[in-house]
């Protein structure tokens, strides 16, 4: 595994906060909004969520309900990047646009729905939060890359 580089398995957006996301084809990164289309998307610290494959992995080898990209609402389902490592600050190349690392983690709320039908929610632990520094596109088979931090 390359410590510094990941390569993008899926991008999901949701119409809707507190639903699940479901992945589409490319999605467009806006500096002060985050990703159109998006429900969380606005100018604010968490516009950008992004969570490891691996962790969805380990998950799913303990429950028997099948997860798919967007089950967790990341915007952005990486292989290959320790992502709940990386510290607040670290800049991200995520396809073509810069992104900044503004949170670890966060609390899950409790009509969280992939927690009701799975019984355990990945992201509240290793998903992480990012701003959009520059505009860019992503889409899966791109890269996310440390760029600094």
Do not use: Y
């Amino acid at each position: 595994m390359n410590h510094t580089t990941g390569t993008i398995r899926a991008v999901c957006i949701s119409e809707k906060k507190g639903q699940q996301k479901h992945p589409v084809d490319r999605v467009v990164l806006r500096p002060r909004h985050g990703i159109d289309g998006d429900a969380h998307a606005g100018d604010w610290h968490r516009q950008v969520s992004l969570l490891a494959k691996e962790s969805v992995d380990r998950l799913q080898e303990k429950i028997s309900i099948r997860l798919f990209p967007g089950a967790f609402a990341e915007n952005v389902l990486c292989e290959g990047l320790e992502l709940s490592k990386l510290p607040v600050g670290t800049r991200l190349k995520v396809g073509s646009a810069l992104c900044e690392v503004t949170q670890i983690g966060k609390e899950c709320h409790a009509d969280c729905a992939i927690r009701q039908q799975a019984g355990d929610c990945v992201m509240p632990r290793e998903g992480i939060f990012a701003v959009v520094l520059e505009e860019g596109e992503a889409k899966p088979g791109d890269r996310v890359v440390i760029v600094e931090g």
